[in-house]
């Protein structure tokens, strides 16, 4: 739960503030790129939830167990996919 919150975090700090910033100057470098990189440790993160189920899997837990962090880790990266920039303005 506490990766969700982190990336709920990153979201807002990051990407939404860059993106509110992209309208209205989408050529300022800076600020794509820290729209780039929250959308990185976005996925970044999501993808550590899936891979300490996998971690789990190799410890011996059974794929009940960690089915939620494969899912949630799965939902998180199709949630919160990248957009274009230029579809803002």
């Known amino acids: 739960m ?19 910033t992209l309208r209205t100057g989408a050529t300022d470098v800076g ?14 993160l999501s993808e550590s939830l899936a891979l300490f189920g996998l971690i789990l899997r190799f410890m011996g837990f059974n794929l009940v167990q960690v089915a939620p ?5 799965f939902i998180l990266m199709l949630f919160f996919g990248p957009r274009q920039p230029s579809e803002l303005s």
Request: cysteine-free.
């Open 2 to 20: 506490t990766l969700v919150g982190v990336i709920l975090l990153v979201r807002r700090t990051l990407i939404l503030q860059s993106e509110a």
């Open 31 to 44: 600020t794509l790129n820290r729209w780039r990189s929250g959308y990185i440790v976005t996925y970044a």
């Open 69 to 73: 962090f494969y899912l949630a880790g």
